[in-house]
Nanobody, 127 residues
Framework: EVLVVESGGGSVQAGGSLRLSCVVE????????LGWFRRAPGKEREGVAA???????SYASSVKGRFSISTTFAKNTLYLQMNNLKPEDTAMYYC?????????????????????WGQGTQVTVSA
C-alpha cells in the first residue's frame, strides 16, 4: 500500500517563502513519478511540478523560476520549495505519486498519470 502525507502549508505575505513536504511510503526505489498539484477556489486542479525516478523535473510555466521540487528518497520525502510567493499561488496543494518503470525526460503534470494522492495542505498568500 502506498501512503502519501503532505505538510508545511500555511499563510505568508506576498514575496515570502514556504516549503512543503510530502512523505511517500510504499513505492519502489527509483521506479516512481512524484508530483505537486494545486487547486484554487473555483479553478481546475493544476499540475505544479513533477520529478521522475532518475531525477528529471518539470514545472508549470506559472511557477518556473520560483518553485523547486526535490526528493530525499532515502527518507521517502518529496519537497516543494516555494519562493517569491504571489497571491495567485493561494490554493490547496496536493502531493501525488505513481509507481512507474518508465523514464520521463519531462515528467508529466497531468493528474491522470498519478494514482496515489495525499489529503492536501493549504497555502494562503496575502497581498
Amino acid at each position: 500500500e502506498v501512503l502519501v502525507v503532505e505538510s508545511g502549508g500555511g499563510s505568508v505575505q506576498a514575496g515570502g517563502s514556504l516549503r512543503l513536504s510530502c512523505v511517500v511510503e510504499g513505492l519502489s526505489y527509483s521506479h516512481f513519478l512524484l508530483g505537486w498539484f494545486r487547486r484554487a477556489p473555483g479553478k481546475e486542479r493544476e499540475g505544479v511540478a513533477a520529478v521522475g525516478g532518475l531525477g528529471s523535473t518539470s514545472y508549470a510555466s506559472s511557477v518556473k523560476g520560483r518553485f523547486s521540487i526535490s526528493t530525499t528518497f532515502a527518507k521517502n520525502t518529496l519537497y516543494l520549495q516555494m519562493n517569491n510567493l504571489k497571491p495567485e499561488d493561494t490554493a490547496m496543494y496536493y502531493c501525488a505519486a505513481q509507481e512507474s518503470f518508465a523514464y520521463y525526460p519531462v515528467p508529466p503534470l497531468g493528474a491522470d498519470e498519478y494514482k496515489y494522492w495525499g489529503q492536501g495542505t493549504q497555502v494562503t498568500v496575502s497581498a
